[in-house]
């Protein structure tokens, strides 16, 4: 067993034909030689993006190597790869990569840090005569760039000089853009690799328009993806495809990150169609049926989905509170807040059934003189299909709720008797009806009530109250509540 296990763990290096498998290629003593390559050798390139600020980059291209040892420079990777992540994969055969060793350089070319490097050494700077009309060189060590630049020049120490740098050579170890480089042994001269990996930077989230109809009853509804590229490069021509999900992930060590501009460019909202929706373990994964651009510091927004006629049901619900019945309530409260809600069913019958990722919902009616007017928004999760959606759309401005406590009784350590009034007020024109929602925790029992009361769950009770035009209609009724 213990030489079954080394042997895994040796196969893809020299000990590979000696374990039994497949040889590798296989590295030798002689010189290494050096290839680079960037995204103009890009032959496909996928994005899964998860709307948890992370996704996975795939990407194929076309590479050449030489054979032996070789380091390879792969470019235009993101900025916020992580590179534990990284796989690399030789398309062109099985045996014709191995990779010795992996490094990831992200400290990127900038004045800033190109000084740095030159602390302690002597560079050239350049300083303008207006009496010559010439500019005059000097030698000058860097002697600190910490909180300002600090030279030495024929002799004398200066900060601040207003001037300009000359540097011989920029340092090996800085680079103009993130890149992997890896040391490989290689078995062919041109290849075909694969390379993926996950990056922060990338983000997606849902948003929908809801509108409604005169009579709040029937609704059109559009999705859209807003997606998000921060990853400090671009993606071009590329396979997208989204996950929808609570996606469990262990928090690493935050790495070094690459200081970016983050100012957005917004994309205008193409016309696109819609996703297709698959399942994906105990997730849903959107594929757009055709290639996008993704560019760096890009938000681009592309259609998910447009229902219309879809039925809907307004709901208003008073609202009360489990403390209240544990304790005396007080006077009455005057001109409590009566909620709004519209509800719908995610159904195919009501033209929907779609699994929906989460998102913000922005309701819109029209009002008489057609224009449509903005009247709320409110956040779903995600909702599988045939679930019901509840969007909160605000508080009702003509139907209003007075709640007094009448009777409060102490029923030894853990109980009490409560009798209640509500007053519900309707100053519209047209009838309402509003559920009154009691949460009243423990064990309750009603003991008496003007109008019928509903087991909602084993800690709630609600009545339904209809209200005609410009009325006021009174609820009483006394609970019995225990809750140890």
């Known amino acids: 067993m213990r030489f079954q296990s080394f042997c895994a763990l040796a196969g893809a290096f020299t000990l590979a034909t000696a374990c039994g498998q497949k040889p590798a290629a296989i590295p030798n003593s002689g010189p290494t030689s050096q290839s680079s390559s960037d995204a103009s050798a890009s032959e496909q390139v996928s994005l899964t993006v998860y709307n948890k600020n992370f996704g996975l980059v795939r990407e194929v291209r076309k590479v050449h190597l030489g054979t032996g040892n070789v380091e390879l420079s792969y470019a235009d990777v993101s900025a916020h790869i992580q590179p534990e992540t990284v796989h690399l ?56 760039v910490e909180g ?48 993926a990996y996950l990056t922060q930077g990338l983000d997606w989230h849902a948003d929908y328009v809801l509108s409604v109809d005169a009579d709040d009853k029937l609704g059109d509804l559009n999705g859209w993806v807003t997606l998000k590229n921060e ?23 935050a790495p070094p990150q690459v200081m970016l501009e983050r100012a957005p460019r917004a994309a205008p909202m193409p016309a696109s169609p819609p996703f297709k929706e698959e399942g994906l373990f105990e997730y849903h994964l959107y594929t757009l049926d055709r290639p996008t651009t993704l560019l760096d510091k890009e938000q681009k927004q592309v259609s998910l989905l447009s229902a219309t006629n879809i039925a809907l049901s307004k709901k208003l619900i008073f609202f009360g509170q489990q403390y209240w019945f544990r304790s005396p309530f007080g006077p009455a409260v005057q001109s409590q807040k009566v909620a709004a809600y519209l509800d719908l069913e995610n159904k195919e019958q009501n033209h929907l059934g779609m699994p929906l990722p989460k998102g913000t919902v922005r309701v819109y009616k029209s009002d008489k003189s057609g224009q449509k007017q903005f009247i709320g928004e409110d956040t779903i999760d995600h909702t599988p299909r045939d679930e019901k959606l509840h969007i909160k759309l605000g508080e009702a401005f003509d139907v209003v709720a007075e709640r007094t406590e009448t009777d409060f009784r102490v029923l030894g350590t853990c109980g009490t008797e409560t009798a209640w009034e509500i007053k519900l007020r309707n ?58």
């Open 89 to 144: 994969k030789s398309l062109t055969g099985d045996d014709q990569i191995t990779v010795l060793e992996q490094n990831y350089r992200y400290d990127l070319l900038t004045p800033d840090t190109l000084l740095k490097k030159y602390v302690g050494k002597t560079i050239k700077v350049y300083r303008y005569n207006e009496r010559t009309g010439v500019d005059e060189e000097k030698q000058a060590e860097v002697l600190s």
């Open 427 to 484: 100053h519209k024109d047209t009838p309402e009806s509003v559920e009154v929602n009691e949460p009243a925790g423990g064990d309750w029992e009603i003991l008496s009530s003007s109008l019928p009361a509903t087991k909602k769950d084993s800690k709630t009770f609600t009545f339904d109250v209809r209200l005609a035009p410009r009325s006021e209609t009174k609820l009483t009724y006394r609970v019995r509540v225990r809750w140890c």
């Open 231 to 253: 990853t400090g490069t671009s993606y071009k021509n590329a396979e997208l495809k989204l996950v929808a999900g609570d996606v469990q992930r262990i928090q690493p060590v």
């Open 148 to 195: 300002g630049v600090v030279l030495k020049i024929d002799g004398q120490v200066t900060s601040n000089f207003a001037g300009r740098y000359a540097f011989p050579e920029v340092p090996e170890n800085l680079v103009q853009k993130p890149t992997l480089v890896w040391l490989v042994a290689s078995g062919a001269a041109d290849q075909r690799v694969e390379v």
